[in-house]
């Protein structure tokens, strides 16, 4: 069974379409980073994944539940940390976690908790509405990890985390994912993106334009990598360019340059240079997330064929929409709150 199932949804508000015709599922154990340029309908489906917003058309379904005949039972499963999460006044971070457990049901220790997000047991006894944007992110990990989620949806988790804190929403990520749970989340730092995904869905104007890991993504539109070989003497280049899915081959004084469309293509071209000159060095680079993101939202592919925005998995249509977030969303989704 899925932990997320979306069939054909759309979403409008008025004359806006936010979302059209969207589907993808997301397994148990799948780590899924949902991208897209602000107003692209990202705040719009996990609205309605969790019972937020009601779909104007279409069926989504998470953990086998579907959400709009009983988005309560949805949201008791589920863990989430809003885009926006209001902390109540004067409570302090370890009575948020608290509330939080006590809305779940969970017997988590909240201290605990709060250790595994880095929040001081100092820290933890003050106000949340004093914290730093930093401290507070940590507080609102700790309340969407209260009673081990089937489901994490994290809206931007990293927002405002020092360089430290975004390592440690990546670990969180894993463990949470080792664990069984499906961790379903968005995000605008593509680096941490491409790190901790297993699969990434690029939404533009409110469509899908493509659903996949990011290597097969790169494979798609043919922006795979370049490798860089240093050479003694550099030697005829034509047996290189006839390899499979090596689309450019160029030469200086001492480095030759490869594009390779297909990981496969990497190695057969260093061997094939290896037995013509001698190689000293490699260095592989390969296109960034950024580039695929760019290739993806506004129709421009990098360097190669592919043929970026025709969706290579998902569907759906236009519009933006609101956040999830707020104390009160998370209260009643992952759970916490007086
Ligand atoms: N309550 C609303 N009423 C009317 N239009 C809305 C409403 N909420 C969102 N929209 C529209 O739906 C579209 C999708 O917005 P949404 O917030 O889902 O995008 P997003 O991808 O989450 O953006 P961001 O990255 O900026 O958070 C936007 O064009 C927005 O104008």
Do not use: W
């Not at 496969?264 to 490699?282: F, H, N």
């Not at 609101?322 to 992952?334: C, H, N, R, V």
């Amino acid at each position: 069974m899925s932990a997320v199932e979306i069939d054909g949804l759309t979403k409008r508000y008025g004359d806006v379409i936010a979302v059209s015709e969207l589907s993808l599922s997301v397994d148990r154990g799948e780590v899924f980073g949902f991208l897209g340029p602000n107003g692209a309908g990202k705040s719009t489906t996990i609205n309605v994944l969790l019972g937020f917003l009601d779909p104007t058309a279409g069926e989504v379904s998470v953990l086998g539940t579907d959400v709009t005949a009983d988005p309560q039972s949805v949201k008791a499963r589920v863990g989430l940390l809003p885009e926006a999460f209001e902390p109540v006044p004067n409570l302090t971070g370890r009575e948020h976690v608290a509330a939080a457990i006590e809305t779940k049901r969970a017997d988590d220790d909240p201290d605990a908790l709060l250790d595994r997000v880095g929040l001081a047991p100092e820290a933890a006894r003050r106000p949340a509405d004093d914290y730093s944007t930093g401290m507070f992110q940590r507080m609102a990990l700790a309340v969407a990890l209260v009673g081990e989620p089937d489901l994490l949806v994290l809206d931007e988790p990293s927002a405002g985390l020092d360089p430290n804190g975004v390592q440690l929403v990546r670990e969180i990520v894993r463990e949470e994912s080792e664990r069984g749970a499906a961790v379903f989340f968005s995000s605008h730092i593509l680096d941490e993106v491409e790190r901790v995904s297993d699969r990434v869905g690029i939404l533009r104007d409110g469509e899908l334009t493509a659903v996949n890991s990011v290597e097969n993504l790169r494979e798609d539109l043919g922006m795979g990598s370049v490798v860089s070989a240093t050479v003694d003497a550099v030697p005829d280049l034509d047996p290189i360019r006839a390899v499979d899915a090596v689309t450019d081959v160029s030469a200086d004084d001492s480095i030759v340059r490869v594009a390779c469309a297909a990981p496969g293509a990497k190695m057969s071209a260093l061997r094939r240079l290896d037995d013509r000159a001698t190689v000293a060095d490699v260095t592989i680079e390969e296109s960034s997330l950024e580039d695929l993101f760019e290739a993806y939202t506004t129709g421009r592919s990098g360097t190669g064929d592919g043929d970026a925005g025709d969706g290579a998995t998902g569907q759906s249509g236009g519009g933006e929409s609101s956040a999830a977030g707020s104390t009160a969303d998370a209260a009643t989704a992952g759970g916490d709150r007086a």
